[in-house]
């Protein structure tokens, strides 16, 4: 039998993470305000990253004041940096004695016309964001989530990894990499647990693209048909405590229609 969390989630605000601490990557965008703003609602302890600190900042008070006593922190950590990544998953350990959680937010999106027109430049964009990243934050949560025993590292990802169209060959496999990188985390997670079951699990959020109620007080005509709302993302990442850890560990959550 694998582990499962004895907090049953609920979705109903009254703290089914209470105890949890949860890191968040790249927490300064529309998913990751709404991902602070439920996963402090459910009673997570957060410690969130990013670069853009002026942003980062609004997002954390956001979810605090939202959130009256919510347990809510932001700082700046260089996640293309391996040995400072490795440092902010020691220190919050140490700080709070586990970590149940890391949420990889981190985005970008480069693309072009067409397929002969790919600017070669947008690679080494991605690499960094989207790749990059992903090894640095899972190389150094990797041991601080399985010894919480119940912890989770959910990436969220997008349906053109598995479908990539012709503008978007360095976005599409970007993601793609990172995508194998997650799962390979998970089958880590599986052959350290045996018999007993993966002490952690590695998880990939799909969405086809993401949208937030400013999008559309933005763009009031478009229709953003597909797109998954930041808000249920972040219901669906809070939800994934409530599954057994085998259920989830080296799957892919689809929010969307596969292609």
Same mark, same amino acid.
Do not use: C
């Given at each position: 039998?694998?582990?499962?969390?004895?907090?049953?989630?609920?979705?109903?605000?009254?703290?089914?993470?209470?105890?949890?601490?949860?890191?968040?990557?790249?927490?300064?965008?529309?998913?990751?305000?709404?991902?602070?703003?439920?996963?402090?609602?459910?009673?997570?302890? =957060?410690? *969130? $990253?990013? %670069?853009?600190?002026?942003?980062?900042?609004? !997002?954390?008070?956001? /979810?605090?004041? &939202?959130?009256?006593?919510?347990?809510?922190?932001?700082?700046?950590?260089?996640?293309?940096?391996?040995?400072?990544?490795?440092?902010?998953?020691?220190?919050?350990?140490?700080?709070?004695?586990?970590?149940?959680?890391?949420?990889?937010?981190?985005?970008?999106?480069?693309?072009?016309?067409?397929?002969?027109?790919?600017?070669?430049?947008?690679?080494?964009?991605?690499?960094?964001?989207?790749?990059?990243?992903?090894?640095?934050?899972?190389?150094?949560?990797?041991?601080?989530?399985?010894?919480?025993?119940?912890?989770?590292?959910?990436? =969220?990802? *997008? $349906?053109? %990894?598995?479908?990539?169209?012709?503008?978007? !060959?360095?976005?599409? /496999?970007?993601? &793609?990499?990172?995508?194998?990188?997650?799962?390979?985390?998970?089958?880590?997670?599986?052959?350290?647990?045996?018999?007993?079951?993966?002490?952690?699990?590695?998880?990939?959020?799909?969405?086809?693209?993401?949208?937030?109620?400013?999008?559309?007080?933005?763009?009031?005509?478009?229709?953003?048909?597909?797109?998954?709302?930041?808000?249920?993302?972040?219901?669906?990442?809070?939800?994934?405590?409530?599954?057994?850890?085998?259920?989830?560990?080296?799957?892919?959550?689809?929010?969307?229609?596969?292609?």
């Amino acid at each position: 039998m694998g582990n499962t969390t004895a907090r049953g989630y609920r979705g109903d605000g009254k703290g089914s993470l209470e105890g949890s601490v949860i890191a968040v990557a790249g927490a300064a965008g529309p998913a990751g305000a709404a991902s602070l703003l439920r996963l402090a609602e459910e009673g997570a302890t =957060v410690v *969130a $990253a990013d %670069a853009d600190v002026e942003r980062l900042a609004t !997002a954390v008070d956001a /979810a605090r004041f &939202a959130h009256g006593g919510a347990s809510v922190t932001g700082e700046t950590v260089d996640l293309l940096d391996l040995a400072a990544t490795r440092e902010w998953a020691s220190r919050t350990e140490k700080e709070f004695g586990k970590v149940h959680g890391l949420v990889h937010l981190v985005g970008g999106w480069r693309g072009s016309a067409t397929f002969a027109e790919t600017d070669l430049a947008h690679w080494d964009t991605l690499h960094d964001l989207l790749i990059r990243t992903v090894q640095h934050t899972s190389l150094a949560f990797e041991a601080p989530l399985a010894r919480s025993g119940n912890g989770r590292y959910l990436l =969220v990802s *997008a $349906a053109g %990894a598995s479908s990539p169209t012709a503008g978007n !060959a360095a976005y599409s /496999a970007s993601k &793609a990499a990172a995508e194998a990188w997650t799962l390979a985390l998970g089958d880590s997670f599986r052959k350290a647990g045996g018999e007993e079951g993966p002490p952690a699990a590695a998880a990939i959020l799909v969405v086809k693209a993401l949208v937030s109620d400013q999008m559309r007080a933005d763009r009031p005509k478009a229709k953003f048909a597909g797109f998954t709302d930041v808000k249920d993302l972040a219901d669906t990442i809070a939800g994934t405590w409530s599954k057994p850890t085998e259920e989830v560990n080296g799957k892919r959550l689809w929010l969307t229609p596969k292609p």
